[in-house]
């Protein structure tokens, strides 16, 4: 079964967007955004280290492995884990687009089990823009990127501004990102998303 929300469907005059010039090439690696984010930062010791590549268009790919750390039930990954893998590959399409954009709605649908020790391959694509709203959807393979389909999802993501995340994170963190010496790092880490 399966079937998505009204705020999930573009409006009628909803654009198809243009991947922003400046986007990574396709086949890039995007690289974490955030050290210690849950979904792709290197920092995080249980995190899903997932690593999302540019894929063409408005489309990006990505891995990450099951661990025993992620399971619901015994050997099984825990659902909310899979819509964070989810959640983190459509937020990387962000790049695509240059924008800075959060979650507003993720909608998945679990469709097979996935064990502990499973690589769960990852695609996402925007679909549409209205304004501030961005619409995507992914999938999640399990045995190959062209294996049956465990998991799917559409989302709709909204553009903010960088103070969203200064006026609402916790000071230790914004300060000690903002003091990080490494300007890259320090850009990333604002640019796209939490
Ligand atoms: C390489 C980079 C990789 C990055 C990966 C990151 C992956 C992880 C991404 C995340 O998990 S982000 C963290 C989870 N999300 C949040 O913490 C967001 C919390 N929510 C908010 O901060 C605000 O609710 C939000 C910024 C989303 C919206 O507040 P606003 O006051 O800016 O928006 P506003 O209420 O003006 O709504 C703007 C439009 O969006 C629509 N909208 C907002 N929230 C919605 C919602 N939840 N569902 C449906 N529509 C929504 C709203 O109806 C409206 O539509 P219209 O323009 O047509 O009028």
């Known amino acids: 079964m399966s079937g998505t929300s009204a705020a999930l469907k573009p409006p009628a005059d909803a654009v198809r967007p243009v991947r922003h010039p400046e986007a990574p090439a396709p086949g890039e690696l995007l690289g974490a955004h955030y050290e210690h984010c849950f979904g792709c930062g290197e920092g995080q010791r249980h995190g899903l280290h997932l690593q999302a590549r540019a894929g063409d268009g ?12 992620h399971q619901g039930a015994p050997g ?24 800075i954009a959060v979650t507003g709605r993720l909608e998945t649908d679990f469709v097979r089990p996935v064990p502990v020790d499973t690589v769960l391959h990852l695609d996402a ?3 549409a823009v209205h ?4 619409y ?18 559409e989302a709709l993501f909204i553009e903010v501004k960088v103070d969203h995340f200064i006026e ?3 000071p230790a963190e914004i300060e000690a990102a903002m003091a990080d010496p490494d300007q890259v790092r320090r850009a990333r880490a604002f ?3 939490p």
């Open 58 to 69: 408005l489309s990006v790919t990505a891995e990450f492995t099951v661990q025993a750390a």
């Open 76 to 99: 099984l990954a825990h659902g909310g884990i899979l819509t964070t893998a989810l959640d983190e590959t459509l937020g990387s399409l962000n790049w695509l687009l240059r924008v």
């Open 125 to 127: 694509e925007i679909t």
């Open 131 to 134: 304004g501030r709203k961005i």
């Open 136 to 153: 995507s959807r992914a999938t999640g393979r399990i045995g190959g990127p062209d294996g049956p389909v465990a998991v799917r999802a």
């Open 168 to 170: 609402n994170g916790r």
């Open 191 to 193: 640019e796209v998303n």
